[in-house]
């Protein structure tokens, strides 16, 4: 995977490649319009409004925003785990060519786990204490493998705890979660979603509450294990530097939208938005001045039951009154940035984002 070398973390080193997408093959996953709505007595919470994107087999696409941006509600969607009964999904989920949206729930039961698995945020609370943690592992395995014996099931439980790196995994397969480390627990939650060996992997914080050490071997082993499989992942996070690090894309959301998507080159050494500005000035680089203050985006995040009006970032923004009334009456389409794949949705000129990005670099005193 092609990787940045200027971008803000200080983390690890290099990655093993992966192999790239053939000519000709169509994305692993494609979301077109995808919309998601929450009835609530408040009214209704517009989660993801119409959010559009594709990933490949043997690439990354990370997902970053801030909470309530809407990156967990979507992949929640792509795995088919909201309530039918609450959440009302819209647009178009393609899984290997198949239309999720409408689906019945017993057939995305059936893919769930064998075509697209996901790692949870807090492997602590996703694993059942009461269960061992192998035996929850080779339950996976037998949903979608039902002739599979307990014998074949455990022998591949234990596979897979050794193949990510949790040492004497015949043993540690008797264990409870509460037995495991934080950095293990995340190690068999990735066994578990892997035991099937699925096309699509959803990564959703997977490093958090994480000591650098024990982050960057989650990396490394989300890396090789890619380049085994040659899996679609999509990481969900607020860190840029992790996406920095295992990212091949990156999609930014706010307010349940995209704002930009492009590359990790385009969007984190070239950003277009200045949304994507401020998360870049938010983050310490190593290129910078150590002495310089992080710069925080001024504001809170819209209400997703009450979005502003026209572009829903304009609130916070510095220069929505450089283009007239526009940022507050019209919703800014996701349009070509100059480059071709990256795309931005905002008013400003393209000779004006570029000039007031460097603006921006000298403000915070940062070398990117």
């Known amino acids: ?74 992949s929640l969607a792509i795995l088919g785990l909201h309530n039918a009964k609450r959440a009302s999904i819209g647009g178009e989920i393609f899984v290997g060519g198949r239309q999720l949206v409408g689906l019945p729930e017993e057939e995305v039961r059936r893919l769930r786990g064998r075509d697209m698995a996901m ?18 592992i080779a339950e996976a395995y037998r949903v979608h493998h039902p002739r599979a014996g307990k014998r074949e099931a455990r022998q591949r439980a234990v596979d897979m705890l050794g193949r990510v ?17 934080g950095g293990m627990r995340q190690r068999a939650m990735i066994a578990m979603a892997l035991v099937n060996d699925p096309d699509l992997l959803i990564a959703d914080e997977p490093t958090t509450a994480l000591d650098v050490t024990v982050q960057a071997q989650i990396l490394d082993l989300l890396a090789d294990l ?15 530097g992790v996406v920095s690090q295992v990212a091949d894309d990156v999609l930014v959301m706010y307010g349940g939208r995209a704002v930009e998507r492009g590359s990790v080159e385009q969007v984190l050494r070239r950003p277009q938005h200045p949304y994507t500005w401020g998360l870049l000035s938010s983050v310490p680089s ?26 829903s970032f304009h609130p916070r923004c510095r220069y929505a009154d450089r283009n007239g009334d526009r940022s507050r009456s019209e919703v800014p389409e996701l349009r070509p940035a100059g480059e071709e794949g990256h795309l931005v949705s905002c008013h400003l000129a393209a000779e004006e984002r570029t000039r007031l990005y460097r603006e921006e670099i000298a403000h915070v005193g940062v070398a990117r």
């Open 1 to 74: 995977m092609g990787r940045s070398e200027s971008v803000p973390s200080g983390q690890t080193g290099d990655r093993p490649s992966v192999p790239e997408q053939r000519s000709g093959d169509a994305p692993y996953l494609r979301v077109n319009d995808l919309r998601v709505r929450f009835d609530t007595e408040d009214g209704v919470v517009r989660a993801v409004d119409g959010v559009s994107f594709t990933v490949e087999r043997g690439r990354t696409l990370g997902i970053v925003g801030e909470s309530g941006s809407g990156k967990s509600v979507t």
């Open 165 to 181: 790196g949790i040492p004497q995994p015949a043993r540690r397969f008797d264990q409870y979660p509460h037995e495991f480390s």
């Open 226 to 240: 890619q380049a085994e499989f040659h899996s679609a992942i999509i990481l969900i996070t607020h860190d840029l």
């Open 119 to 136: 790692i949870f945020q807090d492997p602590l609370s996703a694993l059942h204490p009461y269960f061992t943690v192998g035996r929850q």
């Open 286 to 311: 190593l290129h910078g001045d150590a002495d310089a203050d992080l710069v925080p985006i001024r504001g809170n995040p819209p209400s997703l039951i009450n979005l502003p009006s026209g572009c």
